[in-house]
């Protein structure tokens, strides 16, 4: 499926180049390598093994950019970020989409989280999204930072939801906001900082 304003040229606040466009079904190696990079007590709180060969089979195969969209960045030709969005085309919660967003090591705390949400909540919007839901481990401090910029609160927290590495449990917290309002929050960071999408 094409979609209109990709790829779309961002410049982080290091100056640096990245493309953020729609993933494709030959984008499974460079996937699999990016998730890989990820140190495991990391990869241990996603709901499936993206360490697995597998997994990136059955994920390219959901990719319809109706139920599941997702997009990646590129910096040099190599995948450094990934955000997905999940919905339901029917039911009573059609109008809500949950999203993930990950980001290489290397390349963080310089926009390009913030970037890839701005760049699926357009999507999302003309998906007829009106509310968006993130779950956050309560150790990830530095999401949920990135997720309360842009706007998103917290609904509700899942008691010793998750298991680390190390077997101990840990609280996830379940944020949202609606999508006008996430405009509105990353329209007021602007003004701050923001990656330039060209």
């Known amino acids: 499926m094409h979609l209109e304003g990709f790829p779309q040229p961002v410049t982080l606040r290091d100056g640096a180049h990245v493309v953020i466009r729609p993933l494709r079904a030959i984008d499974g190696s460079e996937l699999l390598e990016f998730y ?3 140190p495991e007590e990391e990869r241990q709180f996603l709901r499936d093994d993206v360490s ?3 997994w990136v089979d059955r994920f390219l195969k959901k990719v319809d950019f109706e139920e599941v969209v997702s997009l990646v960045a590129e910096l040099d030709g190599a995948v450094v970020g990934e955000t997905t969005l999940y919905r339901t085309r029917y039911g009573w919660t059609r109008h809500v989409g949950e999203i993930r967003v990950a980001v290489a090591h290397a390349i963080r705390r310089k926009g ?3 970037a890839l949400a701005r760049s699926l909540v357009k999507l999302a919007t003309n998906l007829g999204i009106e509310k968006m839901v993130v ?3 309560e150790s990830q ?4 930072r990135t997720f309360e910029k842009l706007g998103f609160a917290q609904e509700a927290t899942l008691r010793a939801h998750v298991k680390d590495v190390r077997g101990m449990k840990r609280d996830v917290m379940v944020m949202s906001n ?9 329209e007021a960071m602007v003004s701050d900082y923001s990656p330039t999408v060209e």
């Open 141 to 144: 401090i530095a999401a949920r």
């Open 178 to 186: 609606d999508v006008s309002h996430i405009w509105e929050a990353m």
């Open 135 to 137: 779950q956050v481990v």
């Open 52 to 54: 697995s060969p597998e």
């Open 112 to 114: 390009l989280g913030t």
């Open 36 to 38: 890989r990079a990820f």
